[in-house]
């Protein structure tokens, strides 16, 4: 098909093939045709098993960045910065797996490589871009449920990692606040902005933390309770947030498909269409680069470096660091 967006995959872990088949099964307009490894073994294997058309290592791709449209870089997050410099450098746009990077210094290294090569780099925070999440900003917009109390957030899944993922590993930046926390402070921030004030406790082993409890104080003495974790056998992921005259209450919060606003004297729930949200996101990225847009106003660079901050912060509360 003419005019086809065309996609390089760089990093060929698990959710680069949910993103492969996102694209296969939901787009119409996008073609994964490279996929790029550090490994060329690597590469042609899974060119094999995807139908994809070229098969590349890192400089291969550097190499010919008149192939792809863009590059979904989905790398251990210790890799990130130095794929996408390397990328961004030849000016080929960048939709970033999150979490963004491992700490603020190289996160705000790769948006100022991005400016100085006037080439959009986006950090693939899809949940931002759901149906629920977009309805859940109109409400708070709306004023309708009063002053804002508190707000409450969870994360937990313990399960589908083996003893060797990546996620227990510090020199792959592992941790739950890097793999899980990311969503609740993006989350976070979307309904009352950058707290005053964050508290922090936790469990760390062999370097990354394996669930952090934290809390985000504001004015007005509203406060945020969060917690990620990878203790709990099971997926425990909700937001809730509490008004004077009511509730938002978001099951599954980072992949939602229900939102129940509750007062005093009415319950609305609102359903939306059940279909993998990776494809809202992917959407919005390949609008802005059709349309020469050299950042997200829904995913911005000043939001990413806030939460990379928070990120680092809770890590070094716990006496996490990288590097």
């Known amino acids: 098909m003419e005019n086809q967006f065309k996609w390089a995959v760089c990093g060929l872990g698990r959710i680069s093939k949910r993103f492969v088949k996102v694209i ?10 490279a996929c790029v490894s550090s490994s060329k073994e690597r590469a042609i294997k899974y060119q094999k098993k995807y139908n994809i058309k070229y098969a590349l290592t890192y400089k291969e791709l550097a190499e010919s960045p008149s192939l792809v449209d863009a590059v979904y870089v989905c790398t251990n997050i210790n890799m990130h910065h130095i794929n996408v410099k390397m990328f961004l450098e ?9 979490t963004f990077s491992y700490d603020y210094k190289t996160a705000q290294e790769m948006i100022e490589t991005a400016k100085n090569n006037n080439t959009l780099i986006m950090e693939a925070m899809w949940t931002k871009f759901l149906p629920a ?3 859940v900003t109109e409400v708070i917009k709306k004023h309708n449920l009063g002053k804002l109390i508190s707000f409450k957030g969870n994360f937990c899944a313990g399960i589908g990692h083996g003893p060797n993922s990546r996620i227990y590993k510090k020199e792959l930046c592992g941790g739950s606040i890097l793999d899980l926390g990311v969503y609740l402070v993006h989350y976070s921030l979307m309904i009352n902005g950058l707290p005053n004030k964050i508290t922090t406790n936790g469990k760390v082993i062999n370097g990354v933390d394996r669930w952090c409890n934290f809390s985000f104080i504001y004015d007005d003495n509203v406060i945020g309770h969060l917690r990620s974790s990878f203790k709990l056998l099971e997926i425990k992921e909700a937001f809730i947030i509490n008004y004077e005259n009511g509730y938002i209450k978001i099951p599954r919060f980072f992949d939602a498909k229900k939102v129940i606003v509750k007062t005093f004297n009415q319950k609305v729930i609102k359903k939306f269409k059940k279909v993998d949200g990776f ?18 106003p829904v995913v911005n660079y000043d939001t990413t470096l806030s939460v990379m901050e928070i990120l680092e912060e809770l890590n070094r509360q716990l006496g996490v660091t990288f590097y």
């Open 24 to 33: 296969n099964k939901l787009s119409k307009n996008s073609i994964v045709i």
């Open 133 to 135: 999440t977009q309805y």
């Open 90 to 98: 030849k000016k080929i746009p960048i939709l970033c797996e999150k």
């Open 279 to 296: 494809i809202y996101e992917i959407e919005h990225f390949e609008n802005l680069v059709r349309n020469k847009t050299l950042e997200s």
